[in-house]
T-cell receptor, first 116, second 112 residues
Framework: GAVVSQHPSRVICKSGTSVKIECRSLDFQATTMFWYRQFPKQSLMLMAT?????????EQGVEKDKFLINHASLTLSTLTVTSAHPEDSSFYIC????????????FGQGTRLTVV | AQTVTQSQPEMSVQEAETVTLSCTYDTSESDYYLFWYKQPPSRQMILVIR??????QNATENRFSVNFQKAAKSFSLKISDSQLGDAAMYFC?????????FGSGTQLTVLP
């Protein structure tokens, strides 16, 4: 099966600093990747769709300047949480869909962000 | 917009018994996919089973099977011979045009 790797799995940062989360497709090329946020015991909320070589598409209510997305290659997308605050603490998950899998998504391991 | 509804926030089942998780969805499209994902305590999302809307036959994967009722827009998951390792949050998801919409999830507890 397709493999999506996300790094780091856990990160603690100080309020006001920025944090970068990486999402890699290890055995396939992904022109599109997806970033989700998940609060405890809740569902996955789509934040943005990352498009290789172009701007990301953000969902309504998601701050573009706070959550910077870069998809510079066919196997890597990054999410940078800028000027992080405690309310940004959450679980972030990325996913990608291999070209031959229609809508079947494969997920990274997730990143638990804690802002102190 | 598509919506996915899971009306059972929590379910429990005795080990070796059978449990059914419910899911309904709303769409005006005719071509789409439906999925059940499992999220154990590790929080890694794992695909359990998928169903193509154009297929009338219900999908099965070992102990997991679905009851897909297209006209009723219902997509339930049956887990047979439940095992302790089945304990997790289960999400129903609707897929179309390479986008996924998730339900709110059902927390399944397996009792020894």
């Amino acid at each position: 099966g397709a493999v999506v790797s996300q790094h780091p799995s856990r990160v603690i940062c100080k309020s006001g600093t920025s944090v970068k989360i990486e999402c890699r497709s290890l055995d396939f090329q992904a022109t599109t990747m997806f970033w989700y946020r998940q609060f405890p015991k809740q569902s996955l909320m789509l934040m943005a769709t990352s498009n290789e070589g172009s701007k990301a598409t953000y969902e309504q209510g998601v701050e573009k300047d706070k959550f910077l997305i870069n998809h510079a290659s066919l196997t890597l997308s990054t999410l940078t949480v800028t000027s992080a605050h405690p309310e940004d603490s959450s679980f972030y998950i990325c996913s990608a869909i291999p070209p031959n899998r229609n809508t079947e998504a494969f997920f990274g391991q997730g990143t638990r962000l804690t802002v102190v | 917009a598509q919506t996915v509804t899971q009306s059972q926030p929590e379910m429990s089942v005795q080990e070796a018994e059978t449990v059914t998780l419910s899911c309904t969805y709303d769409t005006s499209e005719s071509d789409y996919y439906l999925f059940w994902y499992k999220q154990p305590p590790s929080r890694q999302m794992i695909l359990v089973i998928r169903q193509e809307a154009y297929k009338q036959q219900n999908a099965t994967e070992n102990r997991f099977s679905v009851n897909f009722q297209k006209a009723a827009k219902s997509f339930s998951l049956k887990i047979s011979d439940s095992q302790l390792g089945d304990a997790a949050m289960y999400f129903c998801a609707y897929g179309s045009a390479r986008q996924l919409t998730f339900g709110s999830g059902t927390q399944l507890t397996v009792l020894p």
